[in-house]
């Protein structure tokens, strides 16, 4: 499965409705000097400047106090110029991250982290939702994987890709199975599955004898190594699954994208195009 292909396809939808929509502003926050999180920073940031939407890079020292960090949320949250609002995880230690993204305004949550927003996709009735759940969603829709009765089994339940990956594949009406590191038989759980998505940072945890001879696996894995980035899934999975995302140029392009669609849907919300539920 091509998510470079559909990435492009998406940031020059997004470009256009740009174009169209006028200024948008996105605002990135960076606590620390994480050397992961500079380069996802980076890479929002070119993407989003490739699109015309107008990126705001905040970088804070780890030292910063949380209510410094909430003061800087406030102010980004007051400041209509900023569409979309999104903190860089993990914080470094020391700073709650759950009072930081509560204190987010709902409808600049790019991220969907917000208890509103991870409620709203809870209830099945989705705002912001996090950009790599949605790329991999729309991975899966590309590619016309029918997920209407069939079994997915996710492994990994972050609040940021497992547990609203999951919630999105229900609401499609899959039959869905969580796996996570306490899950007792996970190649048992993995065999049974039409559509497998894997999102623990395990380098090749998920075995090509674990797959269902035709599944869908989408690997959002993501390990840097000597020999560059590798998946969650083993190279051979390739050989016996239908559809499979390679790592690189999977879901990680894709994440990109659907951040930049995100920030398009704030400013839909902010001038009412969409309406953002009563909060
Ligand atoms: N492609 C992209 O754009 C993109 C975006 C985001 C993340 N990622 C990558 O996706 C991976 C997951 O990210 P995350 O933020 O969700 O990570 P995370 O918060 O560390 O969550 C990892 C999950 O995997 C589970 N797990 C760990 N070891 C396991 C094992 N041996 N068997 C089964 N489950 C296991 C954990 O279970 P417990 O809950 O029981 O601990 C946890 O739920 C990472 O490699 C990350 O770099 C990629």
Known sequence: ????????????????????????????????????????????????????????????PATITEAELLEHVGELNAD???????????????????????AIDPRKDVDGLHPFNAGQLLLGRPTFVG????????????????LSGARAVVIGRSDIVGKPAALLLLQRHATVTICHSRTRDLEAEVA?????????????????????AGATVIDVGITRTDDGLVGDVAPDVAARAGLLTPVPGGVGPMTIAMLLANAVKAARYRSGMLAFPPL
């Not at 209509?80 to 509560?102: K, N, R, S």
């Not at 949605?134 to 994987?145: F, I, K, N, S």
């Open 1 to 60: 499965m091509d998510g470079k292909a559909l990435a492009e396809r998406v940031r020059s939808e997004v470009a256009a409705e740009v174009a169209d929509l006028g200024r948008i502003g996105l605002a990135t926050v960076l606590v620390g000097d994480d050397p992961a999180s500079d380069v996802y920073i980076r890479l929002k940031h070119k993407a989003s400047t490739e699109v015309g939407i107008d990126s705001r890079d905040i970088r804070l």
């Open 80 to 102: 209509e110029a900023v569409h979309g609002i999104l903190v860089q995880l993990p914080l470094p230690a020391g700073l709650d991250e759950a009072a930081i993204i509560a």
């Open 131 to 146: 950009a790599t759940p949605v790329g991999v969603l729309a991975l899966l829709d590309e590619y016309d994987v029918e």
């Open 192 to 212: 049974r599955a039409d559509v497998v998505v894997a999102a623990v940072g395990v380098p090749g945890l998920v075995g090509s004898d674990w797959i269902k």
